[in-house]
């Protein structure tokens, strides 16, 4: 195997990871976990959060195909699935205002805070069905190419790094916006993230229906 085709290896996967695995719709609802906690807190809430998008994404390469297949779940189920939790994300960050979303995460404690980092921030907000999908999807093209599984599993490294990179600049990014910047920020991104979800629905409806939206 060449330099050159190694290289071209990595930047097709890392092109691929860069459009679907990225957590900029995640980044408002992080801001506002993180507001109050302790600088250690934030380490912890930030190292949960990119850990489970890891291990999301090192499961795709690894078991994603027969997990799926062991419960019987399509990935067009897959996405719908995960278009309705991020339609019911985005409805909640643009109606909700600051002060509510403060009081619901200050009255729930750091244990819940932590499971919201789980879910819905890591998945599927940062690694979701277009994650999941894409990795299966490489994956199955390379299932017997020991040195290829290696350099997408070090492109998924190199992607969960932008991840814990952009969770570790949340506190700047809220400096910067400010209090009225911050609730303006997250209900844009509410509506970005009601249209991911829309988009999730009607790609895996489309999928598993091909003539019905046509």
């Known amino acids: 195997m060449s330099h050159n085709f190694i290289g071209m290896s990595i930047q097709h996967y890392l092109l691929g990871l860069f459009a679907v695995a990225n957590n900029v719709a ?44 062991f419960f019987e779940i399509s990935l067009p189920a897959f996405r719908i699935a995960g278009g309705l939790l991020l339609l019911r994300m985005g409805i909640s960050m643009m109606s909700a205002s600051k ?62 790094l932008v991840i814990w990179l952009s969770f570790w600049y949340g506190p700047v990014i809220a400096k910067v916006f400010g209090s ?9 991104f509410g509506l970005i993230t009601l249209a991911l979800g829309v988009q999730f629905i009607l790609t895996g409806i489309s999928s598993t229906f091909p003539k019905l939206l046509d």
């Open 99 to 160: 002060e509510k979303y403060e009081s619901e995460i200050g009255t729930s404690g750091f244990s819940k805070i932590i499971s919201t980092a789980v879910i819905p921030i890591a998945i599927p907000l940062t690694t979701g069905p277009g994650t999941i999908s894409t990795i299966i999807l490489f994956a199955s093209t390379i299932s017997h190419n020991a040195g290829m599984h290696l350099l997408l599993l070090a492109a998924i490294l190199i992607m969960t």
């Open 26 to 69: 995640a980044i408002p609802l992080f801001l506002l976990l993180i507001q109050g906690l302790t600088s250690k807190e934030h380490l912890k809430l930030r190292n949960i959060a990119t850990l489970t998008a890891f291990l999301t994404m090192v499961m795709s390469l690894f078991m994603g195909i027969a997990i799926l297949k």
């Open 180 to 188: 009225t910047g911050l609730d303006v920020m997250t209900k844009i």
